[in-house]
């Protein structure tokens, strides 16, 4: 089998991400890059004509950004990528840039399945660890990348949306 690198998942997860941001997001215009992976979260902003005030100076690259925008606002989706089993460590990273920003959903996919966090939250009901906001209002989700068919795989997803 054929190994793939996590930059390589980058182009199939956006695709996936443009779909699934068009179907439950459909009052708003979309739209989806993965430049954010070798450009500061900052700097993308800027070129895709976003207030940068909440990102500036903060230096983080998100591996792929949804935006999502109508006539009254804008609003920012994650998605952090792993090609290895997801640990504590990866939970840490996108939720400090999830507590920085406040996207309206954040992700964090991996192509070789959940590792720890599966356990964290299922055995271990750690759900907390993946509530964020500054009302503590919304939750990050974990799943397996699926390349077989280039999707997440939804009962792998936690928590279930």
Known sequence: MVEISESELYPSIENWLNGYLRDRYRKYQVETTYKSATHTLE????????????????????????????????????????????????????????????????????????????ELYNTLKRRDLFVYGSKRERTMKAALWLKSSNSIDYASMIPRS
């Open 43 to 118: 700097n993308v902003m800027r070129e895709y004509g976003l207030n940068i005030s909440r990102a500036l100076l903060l230096n983080i690259k998100i591996d792929i950004l949804g935006i999502l925008r109508d006539d009254k606002r804008e609003e920012l989706v994650f998605v952090e990528v792993k090609d290895d089993l997801l640990t504590l460590k990866d939970l840490g990273q996108l939720w400090g840039y999830t507590q920085l920003i406040n996207p309206v959903e954040s992700f964090l996919i991996s192509s070789k399945g959940l590792g720890l966090l599966g």
